[in-house]
């Protein structure tokens, strides 16, 4: 058994009465196990879910996978690691200013593209059609990332930041964000189970709170000039100004700082998050303006098409046909499920009996980083992979 040792009666209410002002903590948080991970007042409610997070076995795995552009070896561009930090301090910094939990936003913007796969959307586009061929379910990123902190790891994480993550889809932008109602797991779980079933579930996902809508929003802020940069980084594009200057401007800072005050202007003392049309309007042709330009761009489509395509269908057969013939030398024992198991091995959660082959072949690649899935290839069909990578030095 695990000990946790706590602070004596004596300090804690001193800290109460000198830094709280005697108000205490208010544990609002809603788990499926509400006996366990009781809020305290050192480690209150969203505290506990934001290290829970932190801490989750996959969060490392952030660090090398792709936000937009793959194949380059150059630090300077933006991963998931780096993509989820800028959302977690715009969404606070909104949140600061109209009086929401930062730790709540905190908790969903870390948790919010936990379960992405490798090679940003094209690899999810693809792991979707593989999935869906073989089961006639979706898959979707968001919806991942909860069965990630729900599912594969028993993690008890709140409703709240569940909920906040399943809705986060930056793909979507509002004019208004008014937060949906939600009750307990037993809805929760229904909302989930239809983004399985239907594939435009997606697209009707609402945040439960306020929380969840600044993230939401704050998503769409992050990437937008930030993506911007990183293609003038790997020479897609010369500079910023191949962009229309807008309500918003063109350049990473003024997008989001002009967004953040917008916003705070807007939704301060209301029910709803805002943008007023000017800004709204702004934020949609700015998206527009990057898709075009950068996101299908054929430089970057070609290769996720013709290379990475068929790798994803050969190890997602290969993965399954080895879990079907109990091949137990095989990656996806040794690498992925062991793996679960021991991280699973303070609860009584057991993950094999709680999923199907191909949830499990889902869930090991979706948890790949990209190298390691370039690597994976070559080990298991022993030839060297089609994806050359783009040097330090190459055009220097």
Known sequence: ????????????????????????????AIRRNPAKDKATLWRPAFVRDVEKIMHSPYYNRYADKTQ???????????????????VSRIARNIGKMIG?????????????????????????????????????????????????????????ISLQT?????????????????????????????????????QSAIKRLIPSTLEGCVVRISDMIAYIGKDRQDAIKTKLIDSE???????IGRHNATIIHNLIVN????????SYIRLDDKHYNALKDSKKDNY????????????????????????YLKLLSDLKNDVKSSPIFKHHIDFVNHANRFTDYEYTKNSDFDEIVVDYIASMTDDYFIDLY??????????????YFENV
């Open 1 to 28: 058994m695990l000990k946790y040792e706590k602070l004596s009666e004596e300090l804690q209410k001193r800290i109460n009465e000198e830094l709280l002002g005697g108000q205490g903590f208010v544990d609002k």
């Open 68 to 86: 937009v552009f793959s194949f380059y070896k150059n630090d300077d561009i933006s991963h998931r690691a780096l993509h989820v930090q800028l």
């Open 100 to 156: 929401l939990d930062l730790d709540l936003i905190e908790a969903i913007a870390l948790g919010h593209d936990i379960g992405h796969t490798p090679f940003g959307h094209a690899g999810e586009k693809f792991l979707n059609e593989l999935y869906h061929e073989n089961t006639g379910r979706y898959f979707n990123h968001n919806v991942h990332s909860v069965r990630v902190l729900d599912k594969i790891f028993s993690l008890n």
């Open 162 to 198: 569940l909920d906040g993550i399943l809705c986060h889809n930056g793909e979507f932008e509002c004019k208004e964000y008014y937060p949906s109602t939600l009750t307990d797991f037993e809805e929760f779980d229904k909302k989930v189970e239809e983004c399985y079933a239907d």
């Open 241 to 247: 100004d191949i962009f229309d200057e807008s309500e």
């Open 263 to 270: 916003i705070v202007e807007n939704s301060y003392g209301k």
């Open 292 to 315: 075009e330009i950068i996101y299908l761009n054929h430089k970057i489509a070609d290769i996720y098409d013709k290379q990475i395509r068929p790798m994803f269908e050969r190890i």
């Open 378 to 391: 070559e080990y298991m069909f022993n030839e060297k992979s089609p994806i050359e990578y783009i040097s």
